[in-house]
């Protein structure tokens, strides 16, 4: 059973940044691809970001492209968004996610984080 847990979350002026976290546990880290979903208030999760096993490949959502970047660290089973000019629009729970291959799709997903909240003033 792999575990997700989030962090870095919080509060932050448009223009700014925030670098949000991923830790895993319970699993085998460089086997899974892993991605990054975003919820806004009444409305649906969405894909944000996603990076293959190995690293080499990555994925964005046309509405971050440029400004989020989706890294990971196999040694420390870990994964990072690093997230640079914050709109409002990014206002969200921004959640992990675990599975076999890097895609959009969130069912392609197996293991999931409990979510971490990032606000964005204007």
């Known amino acids: 059973q792999v575990q997700l847990v989030e962090s870095g979350g919080g509060l932050a002026q448009a223009g700014g940044s925030l670098r949000l976290s991923c830790a895993a546990s319970?699993?085998?880290?460089?086997?899974?691809?892993m991605g990054w979903f975003r919820q806004a208030p009444g409305k649906e999760r969405e894909f944000v970001a996603a990076i293959s096993w190995s690293g080499s490949s990555t994925f964005y959502a046309a509405s971050v492209k440029g400004r989020f970047t989706i890294s990971r660290d196999n040694a420390k089973n870990t994964v990072a968004l690093q997230m640079n000019s914050l709109k409002p629009e990014d206002t969200a729970v921004y959640y992990c996610?675990?599975?076999?291959?890097?895609?959009?799709?969130?069912?392609?997903?197996?293991?999931w984080g409990q979510g971490t909240q990032v606000t964005v003033s204007s």
């Open positions: 319970g699993g085998t880290f460089s086997n899974y691809a």
């Open positions: 996610a675990s599975g076999p291959r890097a895609v959009t799709a969130q069912a392609r997903y197996v293991y």
